[in-house]
Antibody
Framework: EVQLVESGGGLVQPGGSLKLSCAAS????????MNWVRQAPGKGLEWVSY????????YYADSVKVRFTISRDNAKNSLYLQMNSLRPEDTAVYYCARSSGSYWGYFDYWGQGILVTVSS | DIQMTQSPSSVSASVGDRVTITCRASQGISSWLAWYQQKPGKAPKFLLF???NLQTWAPSRFSGSGSGTEFTLTISSLQPGDFATYYCQQANSFPLTFGGGTKVEIK
């Protein structure tokens, strides 16, 4: 069974940093592209970042470019999102999502999500 | 960036009703479109892709169609478990973008 479990969320002050992790199991992690998708409270879905199975290429939404860094450790079956210079508008539930094996652009499995709150 | 526009933003319907949701892309995306279902407090679930391709968990009352810039998701006979928010997403190019969502509510 495919499982994606996010961790590392919480409350952080504006300008602060946080690192999210996503532990993957039930599939060959090193063979799949991965993504982060977020959802602000009461709002819709926003794609944040993509990383290929090998770690390159990487893509970001303009709203997080330069401030966020996606990475992965295939030996540890883990995906990460380093978030710096956090802003109140980054407050959201962050989901780790696997790209479908048949096509990179679809998200076929999602984690349960982790809440990040940016507030003073 | 490709903008995705869904309509309606919400719909009230009864069990057994036929519901159609429309998704429009600001430029052509061929058939590179996915639909997701999200229930309150839960992660989205991958429903179907490239218009007609339904995921194995999804009942056959769900169907998708369209290509280019206009797409539809149809629920042929609404069931209690279908009350949720539905999102379309273009998978043609980065940045990947979602529609604003359509909330299907009980009438």
């Amino acid at each position: 069974e495919v499982q994606l479990v996010e961790s590392g969320g919480g409350l952080v002050q504006p300008g602060g940093s946080l690192k999210l992790s996503c532990a993957a199991s039930g599939f060959m992690f090193s063979s799949y592209e991965m993504n982060w998708v977020r959802q602000a409270p009461g709002k819709g879905l926003e794609w944040v970042s993509y990383i290929s199975s090998s770690g390159s290429p990487i893509y970001y939404a303009d709203s997080v470019k330069v401030r966020f860094t996606i990475s992965r450790d295939n030996a540890k079956n883990s995906l990460y999102l380093q978030m710096n210079s956090l802003r109140p508008e980054d407050t959201a539930v962050y989901y780790c999502a696997r790209s479908s094996g048949s096509y990179w652009g679809y998200f076929d499995y999602w984690g349960q999500g982790i809440l990040v709150t940016v507030s003073s | 960036d490709i903008q995705m526009t869904q309509s309606p933003s919400s719909v009230s319907a009864s069990v057994g009703d036929r519901v159609t949701i429309t998704c429009r892309a600001s430029q052509g995306i061929s058939s590179w479109l996915a639909w997701y279902q999200q229930k309150p407090g839960k992660a989205p679930k991958f429903l179907l892709f490239a218009a007609p391709n339904l995921q194995t968990w999804a009942p056959s009352r769900f169907s998708g169609s369209g290509s280019g810039t206009e797409f539809t998701l149809t629920i042929s006979s609404l069931q209690p478990g279908d009350f949720a928010t539905y999102y379309c997403q273009q998978a043609n190019s980065f940045p990947l973008t979602f529609g604003g969502g359509t909330k299907v509510e009980i009438k």
